[in-house]
C-alpha cells in the first residue's frame, strides 16, 4: 500500500505501502466487519503501522460520534492484521445535501504487509459500501494506488473539502454506480474528527 510521504496528509494510509510486491506466500485472511471488542486491537494495527496516535483516536472518535459508515477488519488467524474505515460525509451545494463516504484510514500491520491484504480490505470495504445505496467516495492518497480501485483525481476537481489546498494531498473520488458523479460540486463536509487531524504528515 502507499504510504503517507512527508507531504501527504495523515489520515490516507499507512507508511511503506508505495512499494507493494506480493509476500511468497500471502496468508489466508478473513475480513469481517468490526465486532464488539475488536477496538484495542484495531488501534494498536493503527498505531504500529502509521508509528504514531492520530488514526487511532480518529476511529475511536469517529466510532464514538456514531460517524462510521462501515469498519472492517482483516483477521490472519485469530488476530486482527488489518483494518479499513469508511465515515459518512456530505456534499452540500445550493442548499442540497448529498450522502457519500470518506475511505480513511487504511492500515495493516507492518509484518503483515505487501500481501494484498490492504487490497482486500479496500475492495471488500467498496463492495459493501456500493451494495448500501452510497453513491460516492472520497480518499486522499497516491493515485497510483488507488487508481487501481476505480479512483480519479479529475472528476474531483469541482469538490471543494478540508484537504484541497492541503500540501501534497490528492483528493479522489469513485463513483459507486453508474452517473453516480452526475449533477454533483460543491463542498464536501468531513465529520468534526477530522478537523483534529493535521494536513500534512
Known amino acids: 500500500m502507499p504510504p503517507c510521504s512527508s507531504a501527504v496528509p495523515l489520515l490516507l494510509e499507512a507508511p511503506s505501502w508505495r512499494n507493494h510486491s506480493a509476500m511468497t506466500n500471502p496468508p489466508a485472511i478473513t475480513i469481517r466487519p468490526e465486532q464488539p471488542g475488536d477496538a484495542p486491537a484495531i488501534a494498536a494495527v493503527l498505531r504500529a503501522a502509521f508509528g504514531h496516535d492520530a488514526e487511532a483516536r480518529l476511529v475511536e472518535t469517529l466510532r464514538r460520534d456514531g460517524d462510521l459508515s462501515l469498519s472492517l477488519v482483516a483477521l490472519g488467524g485469530d488476530r486482527i492484521v488489518g483494518h479499513i474505515a469508511f465515515s459518512r460525509i ?66 474531483a476537481q469541482p469538490f471543494r473539502s478540508l484537504w484541497t489546498k492541503a500540501p501534497g494531498a490528492t483528493h479522489m473520488v469513485r463513483a459507486l454506480r453508474p452517473g453516480g458523479l452526475e449533477g454533483l460540486a460543491g463542498t464536501v463536509r468531513y465529520p468534526a474528527a477530522f478537523a483534529d487531524l493535521p494536513r500534512t504528515a
Request: glycine share 16%; aromatic share 8%; charged share 20%.
Open 90 to 155: 456530505s456534499i452540500l451545494d445550493k442548499g442540497r445535501e448529498t450522502t457519500a463516504v470518506s475511505l480513511a484510514p487504511l492500515a495493516v500491520l507492518p509484518g503483515a504487509q505487501h500481501g494484498g491484504i490492504g487490497s482486500a480490505l479496500v475492495e471488500e470495504g467498496l463492495r459493501r459500501i456500493a451494495e448500501s445505496g452510497v453513491r460516492l467516495a472520497f480518499v486522499i492518497g497516491d493515485p497510483a494506488f488507488y487508481r487501481g480501485f476505480g479512483f480519479a483525481v479529475e472528476p
